[in-house]
């Protein structure tokens, strides 16, 4: 029979799933490999062409794996909490549980119709309590530990109430909040339990504290930084403004350098690397504290170049620093508030991404440089933020350019400074504007040897100190939304206190809307009777999206444990991620709060691993391929009902509009179903050229308002799963973006029936030989091995495709029928397509369900080595035909084959041969 996909695609799917083909066990006496996908949000739109391509790839390469011997786990889940279900549920009061569901039922159907091997045993989905039980779990972990310092790793909190108990402070070396006591251990003994839990509160590694957070009115919820986009929400592009909360938060800090020296032992993206070492920005320099004049108060500043501090003349708070309101004098009071105002309109990243707009307002306080005594102004700028270091700055003008142009901006002095290096310059230019200072005990240091004797003099005079920064904040651990992970602590007198580890999961309640209430608590403030034994508060905010991504790949090895969040043994055998795929916009989102949790779990000793994900590859964006019909217009502009042919369009006053791709085959529009798409085209007319509507071509991102989705499911129903998972592949580099072009699928089409027809004679009926193979066919087949365990190897799968074709072609031309051949095709072809090969590897006679498990066969160099060379032979530099000879043969015996070659004795004339010239592997010429 010819190649039937359909039928063949359905068995195999059926058998996989009923025989559990994929699933992984954690007890194999293989090697491991344990290959993750970024498991995705279930949206209600289900996945369109661009969704599966790492899916694909991690699949291609899953199934190679297990063929080379490997126990392969490769599951998949849902990412199934937030924003989208719940904007559902609150247009519709749908309950977002039912649309999440109706939403990974799509997903489920869709997966499973490519084709892949999932091993669908291990499926976890975010939302189900079952698996949020242990997000609640490792939350709790968190708030029960603190970071120590001196072991450079987290310790149960009960291990800081011992020094505590011990020696109060003095011994204690933690990752805290600023404003921790120092206190002795007569002291702590008379705290009172609230006192006690308010100061441990300060060390813990997940704590509540007021914050400066993006706040979204539209969507009552505060969002992460990379959750905000030009000071609009990236979700429903609503304004996002600064507001002060208290918030739970994650002291992501304390892993900072670890997260950094991580980064040189995985293999990763060289630019995705930097963009995480970039965001912990991790800087070495000194804290500066200077006094407010007519105040106790000082500013604390951190500076990279404490060196520059004779330069300072002016000084920037963050506009939501806790002292502007109380520094601010009356005159100054209006501009301030103004300036506030403004500034809660843009987001963190604006403000620190704009270095062009200089803008900010005087305190009217001033401030006095330590070091000079010169009294200096204190103003606030919006490129400054209140969570990053102290949330203050100083200006130094002749040292950065963003100082200058705020100093120059705002007619503030410009010192410049004096020391060792600056003097060369000086005295070069003597006419130099601005005021110069001399650096005294500096004068004649280097710049090595002034950093460390001014830190030094700095702490001497209690005015700073040497000190490690970060431009990483602690990551904020809350939203006031319901659609997410309730936080299992309650409240009692003001101070949160966690459940008991058996009352977990703590379930979310039902409410009657999922809507702030009118109170503007969150919705979960509208549960009745929802309190901790009836008497106390919970907390009212959830969980934050990243929450329950920031662990999934453990619960994958042992997903129905319901006394662990994995079993030692399964962590033990998995370890972590060998190879994991998916996009690089979760650079410093999920793929830095990932390394977090699981640094964390590792110095707890749940795990063993201090990475988890050895290997990443992001892959590439799929690209729509938009098309447009050209409207003309009239005399005075007005649009008609008339379309024109791209390739006419010149000739006529025309609009472009997009149309939908799936109406239109090789740019070529489908007249009827275009008139059928709406009913305004209903009575369109078209100029056509050569009896043709031929549409414009762009590319853009696939998106629904250009009509330029391209659902797989159509793809599938038209040409299979085999073809689309083979032609997303011979699109381009899985790490590059291309655009989607459904006008070459029906080459991998024609490719795959041509592989099928291999098997089969010319009436299709199965037919396959137990013959010697030949020598050539030996050459095919074994460049084709190497080629591809090359390709898989180094995740270059399109160039796989390529020499499929070339193979399949060659084979064809050699009317090879050889089993042993076509067997061993069927097994490399296999990760690629797997339904074809399987219908194939049953027809060849094996059983059903074990190509999976078979062994990818080996290459054997030895047939690809030349034996023979097809030797031009001339006659008096005249080419005259090819002959097969061995590269073994010397002159003599070469010369002898030609002579008595009966087709060559023509080209002679019965001539005899005055002199041969034999060039061995190249040319045979006789000179008559």
């Known amino acids: 029979m010819d190649y039937q996909f359909k039928e063949i695609e359905q068995k195999w799917q059926k058998f996989w799933a009923e025989n559990q083909t994929f699933k992984a066990e954690s007890n194999s006496v293989k090697p491991k490999y344990y290959v993750l996908d970024m498991f995705p949000y279930p949206s209600g739109a289900g996945l369109h062409v661009g969704h599966p391509l790492g899916y694909i790839a991690s699949d291609i390469f899953s199934r190679y794996k297990r063929l080379k011997g490997f126990n392969v786990l490769h599951p998949m889940g849902y990412d199934s909490f937030g924003l989208p279900a719940e904007q559902y549920a609150i247009q519709t009061g749908q309950h977002p549980a039912i649309t999440t569901e109706a939403n990974i039922a799509t997903y489920r159907r869709q997966l499973d119709q490519i084709g892949f091997s999932f091993d669908w045993s291990k499926e976890v989905r975010t939302s189900e309590p079952s698996y949020y039980k242990w997000t609640q779990w490792i939350f709790m972990q968190l708030f029960n530990s603190w970071y120590n310092i001196e072991n450079d790793r987290a310790e149960d909190i009960s291990t800081l109430i011992e020094k505590f108990n011990a020696s109060g402070t003095a011994d204690v070396k933690a990752v805290s909040d600023e404003d921790t006591k120092s206190f002795l251990p007569s002291d702590w003994a008379t705290f009172t339990d609230e006192e006690r839990q308010e100061e441990l509160l300060k060390y813990r590694l997940t704590y509540l504290k007021e914050s400066t957070v993006n706040w979204c009115p539209a969507l009552g919820t505060v969002l992460a930084n990379d959750e905000v986009k030009d000071g609009f929400s990236e979700r429903g592009g609503f304004p996002v403004e600064q507001k002060k909360m208290m918030q739970w938060s994650m002291r992501i800090t304390a892993y900072a350098d670890r997260l950094l020296r991580g980064l040189d032992t995985i293999d990763w993206p060289e630019p995705l690397k930097e963009m995480q070492r970039n965001w912990i920005g991790k800087s070495v320099g000194a804290s500066v504290k200077f006094q407010v004049e007519g105040s106790e108060k000082q500013i604390e500043v951190f500076t990279t170049r404490v060196d520059t501090i004779f330069g300072v003349s002016y000084l920037v708070l963050a506009p939501e620093h806790e002292w502007v309101a109380e520094l601010t004098t009356a005159d100054q009071k209006a501009d301030i508030e103004n300036y506030i105002a403004k500034t ?447 390709d898989v190897e180094r995740f270059s799968f399109n160039t796989s495709v390529s020499s499929f074709m070339i193979a399949v072609n060659e084979l064809t031309d050699l009317k090879c029928k050889n089993r042993q051949v076509l067997e061993d095709m069927v097994i490399i072809l296999s990760p690629y397509a797997p339904h074809i090969c399987e219908e194939l590897w049953v027809l060849l006679g094996n059983e059903a369900g074990t190509l999976s498990y078979t062994a990818f066969p080996t290459f054997n160099p030895a047939y690809l080595v030349e034996d023979e060379f097809a030797y031009p032979v001339s006659v008096n530099g005249k080419m005259k035909m090819n002959i097969n000879l061995p590269l073994t043969l010397e002159q003599k015996e070469a010369e002898a084959i030609v002579l008595a070659n009966e087709q060559f004795q023509k080209y002679l004339e019965g001539k005899t041969p005055k002199k041969i010239i034999f060039v061995k592997g190249k040319i045979i010429n006789v000179v008559v």
């Open 344 to 790: 809660k309109k843009k987001s963190e990243l604006d403000r620190m991404a704009d270095t062009k707009t200089v803008s900010g307002a005087f305190t009217g306080s001033y401030v006095i440089n330590p070091v000079s005594g010169e009294r200096i102004q204190l103003w606030i700028a919006d490129y400054v933020l209140a969570g990053y270091g102290t949330g203050a700055v100083m200006g130094v003008p002749s040292g950065d350019q963003r100082d200058w142009l705020f100093a120059t901006h705002f007619n503030l002095p410009i010192v410049q400074i004096l020391d060792a290096q600056k003097e060369i310059e000086v005295q070069a230019d003597p006419t130099k504007e601005g005021k110069y200072i001399n650096s005294g005990f500096i004068d004649g240091m280097t710049y090595q040897e002034a950093v460390p004797f001014l830190n030094n003099w700095l702490e001497e005079k209690r005015l700073g100190k040497a000190k490690v920064n970060f431009r990483q904040r602690d990551a904020i651990f809350g939203r006031q939304r319901y659609w997410g992970e309730p936080i299992p602590v309650y409240f009692k007198d003001g101070l949160p206190y966690l459940l008991q580890e058996e009352e977990l999961p703590l379930l979310l309640p039902e409410i009657d809307k999922y809507l702030p209430t009118e109170t503007g608590e969150p919705p979960l403030g509208r549960a009745e009777n929802w309190k901790y034994e009836d008497q106390y508060e919970y907390e009212l905010s959830t969980m934050p999206g990243w929450a329950g991504s920031s662990w999934y790949w453990y619960r994958y090895m042992d997903a129905k444990n319901d006394h662990a969040f994995a079993s030692k043994e399964a962590v033990d055998y998995w370890k972590s991620v060998d190879l994991y795929i998916g996009g690089s916009e979760h650079a410093t989102g999920h793929l830095l709060y990932s390394r977090f949790w699981n640094k964390f779990l590792k110095d707890l000793g749940y795990t063993h691993e201090e990475e988890p994900f050895k290997k990443l590859i992001n892959q590439g964006m799929i690209q729509g391929r938009s098309n447009f019909v050209y409207r003309v217009s009239d005399e005075d502009g007005k649009p008609t009902n008339t379309y024109v042919s791209a390739g006419l369009r010149k000739d006529y006053k025309t609009s472009a509009l997009h149309v939908d791709v799936n109406i239109v085959e090789n740019d070529i529009l489908d007249l009827n179903k275009f008139k059928a798409w709406r009913e305004e085209y209903a009575n369109a007319e078209f100029i056509l050229e050569g009896g043709k509507y031929i549409c414009g071509v762009e590319v853009e991102k696939m998106s629904k308002s250009k009509f330029n989705v391209v659902n797989p499911d159509d793809l599938i129903e038209r040409y299979g799963a085999d073809t689309l998972r083979m032609y997303e592949m011979f699109l381009g580099p899985l790490e590059q973006s291309k655009p989607w072009n459904t006008n070459g699928i029906e080459g991998v089409f024609k490719f795959l029936r041509k592989f099928w027809r291999l098997f089969h004679n010319e009436d299709l009926t199965f037919h396959v030989n137990d013959a010697i193979p030949t020598k050539a066919e030996l050459k095919s087949l074994h460049k084709i091995i190497k080629k591809v365990q090359d």
